[in-house]
């Protein structure tokens, strides 16, 4: 079956960039997302991105594609504290039925 | 603008049981997804329902069942409870054909002993 994969944990200092990275194996996928859980909570949408585009900005968050590699990363400018929870990176293809990374645990420490 | 509810939060069953989780999408949403989160892992895709009809499955056995009904609440039923069923448990809901573009309830923790 398609793959998602992602490093498991990543620790930044407050007010640095965080880059969270994920790669694919779905050459069909047609939409890219980035979820956020917080402990104890659901999935919070935080941005997708289309195929065709290579790069996608809202705010804080960037969203780097690269298609040929199958690689997806998301960085996070000015990281605060609350940023600290599970990143999921996840992809639909011709499906549209999502597959999810295994996530990436920002640690964000003052 | 209701969000996603989910309930019960927490629910404790015995190995071989039956059970029910049940989930209110958001205010215009049509679709329902379910999913299954065990520690450590990410949610897996159980199955889907729009229009009260089953509407793609991921890789879970027929004990896994759902319902959808005209108000597009939702309804999983877990039979045969086996320990490795002991997860959380992921509503999510959307417009139809917007799977990635859901909107999560915060789930059910399904402990089975």
């Known amino acids: 079956g398609e793959d998602v994969e992602q490093s498991l944990f990543l620790s930044v200092r407050e007010g640095d960039s965080s880059v969270i990275n994920c790669t694919y194996t779905?050459?069909?996928?047609?939409?890219l997302y980035w979820y956020k859980q917080e402990p104890g909570a659901g999935l919070q949408l935080l941005t997708y991105i289309f195929s065709n585009m290579d790069m996608k900005q809202d705010q804080r968050l960037t969203v780097l594609l690269n298609k040929k590699d199958k690689h997806l990363s998301l960085r996070i400018a000015d990281t605060q504290t609350g940023d600290s929870a599970i990143y999921f990176c996840a992809e639909t293809g011709g499906s549209y039925i999502p597959t999810f990374g295994r996530g990436t645990s920002l640690i964000v420490h003052p | 603008e209701t969000g996603v509810t989910q309930s019960p939060t927490h629910l404790i069953k015995t190995r071989g049981q039956q059970v029910t989780l049940r989930c209110s999408s958001q205010?215009?949403?049509?679709?329902v997804s379910w999913y299954q989160q065990a520690l450590g892992q990410g949610p897996q895709f159980i199955f889907q329902?729009?229009?009260?009809?089953?509407?793609g499955r991921g890789n879970f056995p027929p004990r896994f069942s759902g319902l959808q009904f005209p108000n597009y609440s939702s309804e999983l039923n877990v039979n045969a409870l086996e320990l490795d069923d002991s997860a959380l448990y992921l509503c999510?809901?959307?417009?139809?054909?917007?799977?990635?573009?859901?909107?999560f309830g915060p789930g059910t923790r399904l402990t089975v002993t």
């Open positions: 329902y729009y229009r009260e009809e089953e509407n």
């Open positions: 205010s215009g949403h049509n679709t």
């Open positions: 779905d050459s069909s996928s047609t939409y």
């Open positions: 999510a809901s959307s417009l139809a054909g917007q799977a990635g573009e859901q909107y």
